[in-house]
C-alpha cells in the first residue's frame, strides 16, 4: 500500500478525472499535451489548481505534480505508456466519468 502526503492526495483527486476524460477525448497524448490542456484549465480556475506548479522546460511548460499523477495512474494500470505518450487502458477507459473516490474504490 503506498503512503501518499494529503497534498498530493488533492492533486490525484482533482486530475484523476480531468486527465481520464482528455485522453478519452484524444485516445492518446504525450504528456506535454496533458500539461498543456491542464495549464490552460489553471489559466481559467487558479484557485482549483493553485498545488499545481508549472516551469518552463525543453520548449514546453512542466509539471513535477502531473508526472507524478501520471506515473501513479501507470502503476494503477488506468494509463499506458507508449512511444508517443499516453493511452487509457481497458481499467481507464472504464473509469470515465466517474469520481476519484470511484475509481479508487471501485
Known amino acids: 500500500m503506498e ?28 504528456g506535454t499535451e496533458i500539461m498543456g490542456f491542464i495549464k490552460k484549465m489553471k489559466g481559467k480556475e487558479e484557485k482549483k489548481f493553485k498545488l499545481i506548479d508549472f516551469v518552463y522546460r525543453s520548449l514546453a511548460d512542466y509539471s513535477d505534480q502531473i508526472q507524478e499523477v501520471l506515473v501513479d495512474m501507470i502503476r494503477l494500470c488506468l494509463v499506458d505508456q507508449t512511444r508517443f505518450g499516453y493511452k487509457l487502458s481497458l481499467l481507464g477507459k472504464d473509469s470515465i466519468g466517474k469520481d476519484f473516490d470511484e475509481i479508487i474504490l471501485g
Open 3 to 30: 503512503i501518499y502526503t494529503p497534498g498530493f492526495n488533492k492533486i490525484r483527486r482533482l486530475l484523476y478525472p480531468i486527465i481520464l476524460d482528455f485522453l478519452g477525448k484524444y485516445g492518446e497524448a504525450s
